[in-house]
């Protein structure tokens, strides 16, 4: 069974290096794995997949827990990091007949994203 971990973590190359090199040197095989900006800078959301291979994840979250660039971790399921990720936006397709045709558009539909 594959299992999903969050952690709130320092925004540096080092934090992903140290994570992912935890989780290798425990044993557990990490199925996918990514970082991204939070909104603050200085802050970033990884993700990451890992097989439950009957040894409990509970052991693996506790130890990242004691790094010193993770603020906090959690096991969520997939729904909700489905949720989390999606972004939520719809695009139109337009025939364009110039360059600055697309670049007006794309303004006036960015205004009416950022207004809802």
Same mark, same amino acid.
């Given at each position: 069974?594959?299992?999903?971990?969050?952690?709130?973590? !320092?925004? %540096?190359?080092?934090?992903?290096?140290?994570?992912?090199?935890?989780?290798?040197?425990?044993?557990?095989?990490?199925? $996918?794995?990514?970082?991204?900006?939070?909104?603050?800078?200085?802050?970033?959301?990884?993700?990451?997949?890992?097989?439950?291979?009957?040894?409990?994840?509970?052991?693996?979250?506790? %130890?990242?827990?004691?790094?010193?660039?993770?603020?906090?971790?959690?096991?969520?399921?997939? $729904?909700?990091?489905?949720?989390?990720?999606?972004?939520?936006?719809?695009?139109?397709?337009? $025939?364009?007949?110039?360059?600055?045709?697309?670049?007006?558009?794309?303004?006036?539909?960015?205004?009416?994203?950022?207004? !809802?």
């Amino acid at each position: 069974m594959d299992r999903m971990l969050l952690a709130l973590v !320092n925004n %540096q190359p080092e934090t992903l290096m140290r994570v992912t090199g935890l989780i290798r040197r425990r044993g557990y095989i990490m199925k $996918k794995i990514s970082m991204v900006e939070a909104s603050d800078s200085s802050f970033a959301y990884l993700t990451a997949k890992i097989k439950d291979e009957n040894r409990g994840i509970e052991q693996i979250i506790d %130890q990242i827990k004691k790094l010193v660039d993770v603020h906090k971790v959690e096991e969520i399921n997939h $729904k909700s990091l489905y949720k989390r990720e999606t972004p939520l936006f719809s695009s139109k397709t337009y $025939k364009l007949k110039s360059n600055k045709e697309g670049v007006d558009i794309m303004h006036t539909d960015r205004k009416k994203v950022e207004n !809802n």
